[in-house]
């Protein structure tokens, strides 16, 4: 071949090269350097990369309400992260760069499990249910946002590769104690759309206890009126009409978070003892109280009308709540004689049975006589409990020195309390579910959940200051495999995910142990 003809072959065939190198612009993570959280179970980076104008469309493979709201839900991510519009077409005849969303029932036995992959021209994710599906867009929301809160302006492709992911623990919970203060409607979506970044997917909502009654109940409608009026520090309180605590559970249930409604008996209930005098013993209301000390309240075990009013609750509330569980409290009953306890006990659980829920109560409840279905839930510390372990229910970890929110970071720490000491970004994360409790069988463990009591959490930013970045940690600890959970990786994650927070203006604690980017 003649050097003419030579360049007239090559030199059009480096400038193809060049110019499709250019419309490939490369991402701003490698797939399996991303730092994402909660680290899936593994993750392949490939060398492909997918350009972010290639994707004009989402398609979805199996018929489902809740496939159609978080497609939807998914849909507004993208066009607002990546300024491309995308159209939703639920059938395979569309040609183009399009991310498809398929359920298929013999992908996997796990209920949540998923896989995420991304090639030069197309995304899948795939999952054996809606749930498996969810969790793995959010892992490519994650991918997103990431990416472009690193990228900046040179945010325009993905990275190729494959996530194939699923949880360590079924039940991945937060609470919330919208008694000592209460949140609005609008606080608690924040909160759950936070939490469902991070594969939370159960809510725990502390309804009632000495300071404020939170939710309407029809039948005894004095509860909100009078109990609801106040709380700690004696601001003007409030409560959830049953109408918006239906909205809660929508909002919740569209993001796979699951709504544990408690109401704390027979302790913790001075504002209904304050709203209907007929539960004192001694037929007198007791005044409203705005103050923090606990275990001086208590219902009435010996008359009936209390286990009216008890079952009048849980039926009203079970009624309108989907989920499989009714938490019915039992801490800190310092003034209930334990024989009064128990037979309280055994009367209530049966009223939570007769409504179809599962009962969950706080460890104390070990002391009653409780079905082995009965899901405990363990709070103080691991020398109170390992007494007690002889019965083989089902147990939720939320031990105070590792999970509670509400304990302060350090001893600068303005908000919060410190009675089971500090609580620092690290040692919330580097600890063992499975270890912590001596003598707990394993199997026993069906997850963890972070509770947030709020005497001292008064508005939506001192939530967040308390809960981020600690619950991230702790979203963590319940998806991903203890062997994979290392301190120095996470924390390098966690590092990218204050920039995260901010854009989503979340005032998160920012103060020491991590190198924040
Ligand atoms: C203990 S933990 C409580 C709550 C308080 C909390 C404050 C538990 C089941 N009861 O009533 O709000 O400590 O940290």
Not at 150 to 159: A, D, I, N
Not at 181 to 189: E, I, M, R
Not at 302 to 321: G, H
Request: aromatic share 12%; proline share 4%; hydrophobic share 40%.
């Amino acid at each position: 071949m003649s050097q003419f003809i030579k360049k007239i072959f090559f030199v059009p065939a480096i400038i193809l090269v060049a110019m499709s190198a250019c419309n490939t612009p490369d991402p701003v993570y490698v797939l399996d350097k991303t730092p994402l959280i909660p680290l899936p179970l593994s993750v392949l980076a490939s060398d492909e990369v997918m350009p972010l104008d290639a994707i004009g469309s989402v398609r979805t493979i199996g018929a489902d309400e809740r496939l159609k709201v978080i497609t939807e839900n998914f849909i507004n991510f993208w066009e607002k992260h990546t300024q491309q519009k995308l159209i939703h077409v639920a059938d395979l005849t569309h040609g183009g760069g399009a991310i498809t969303i398929e359920i298929d029932k013999s992908f996997s036995q796990e209920q949540e499990a998923y896989k995420l992959k991304i090639a030069s021209d197309k995304i899948t994710v795939k999952g054996k249910t809606t749930e498996g599906v969810f969790r793995g867009l959010k892992t490519l929301e994650q991918i997103v946002f990431l990416s472009k809160l690193r990228g900046k302006t040179e945010f325009l492709s993905l990275p190729g590769g494959e996530v194939t992911d699923q949880p360590a623990y079924g039940y991945r919970g937060a609470m919330l104690d919208v008694a000592r203060h209460f949140f609005s409607v609008a606080d608690v979506k924040r909160y759950i759309d936070l939490l469902s970044i991070y594969k939370i997917n159960f809510l725990h909502f502390h309804l009632s206890d000495d300071q404020g009654w939170r939710i309407e109940i029809k039948s005894w409608p004095k509860l909100t009126e009078i109990g609801g009026k106040t709380e700690v520090g004696g601001g003007e309180g409030g409560f959830y009409t049953q109408e918006d605590f239906k909205e809660i559970i929508k909002y919740a249930a569209d993001r796979f978070i699951t709504i544990v409604p408690e109401i704390d008996l027979p302790g913790h209930t001075n504002a209904a003892l304050a709203s209907y005098a007929e539960l004192n013993c001694d037929g007198k209301a007791t005044e409203l109280y705005t103050g923090i000390e606990v275990g001086f309240s208590t219902l009435c075990v010996e008359k009936e009308v209390t286990y009216a009013f008890v079952e009048d609750v849980i039926r009203e509330i079970s009624e309108i709540s989907p989920g499989p569980y009714f938490h019915i409290g039992g801490d800190e009953s310092h003034v209930t004689p334990q024989k009064d306890f128990n037979r309280f006990m055994g009367r209530t659980l049966a009223i939570v049975k007769k409504y179809m829920k599962t009962p969950m109560g706080w460890y104390e409840l070990i002391n009653a006589n409780i079905s082995e279905e009965t899901l405990l839930q363990y709070w103080a510390k691991t020398e109170d409990f390992s007494k007690l372990i002889h019965k083989k229910s089902k147990i939720l970890i939320s031990a105070a020195s590792y999970n509670y929110l509400d304990m302060k970071y350090d001893s600068l720490t303005p908000l919060g309390l410190s009675w089971a000491g500090y609580l620092p970004i690290r040692k919330a994360y580097e600890w063992e579910p499975k270890t912590l409790v001596p003598d707990l069988d394993p199997e026993q463990i069906i997850g963890l959940e972070a509770p947030l009591w709020t005497e001292t959490i008064e508005d939506f930013d001192d939530i967040a200051v308390m809960a981020f970045p600690r619950i991230i940690g702790h979203a963590e600890i319940g998806w991903t495999n203890a062997a994979q959970r290392k301190w120095e990786g996470y924390a390098e994650r966690l590092s990218f995910h204050g920039q995260l927070l901010q854009a989503l203006d979340v005032k998160y604690y920012s103060e020491t142990e991590i190198d924040w980017k």
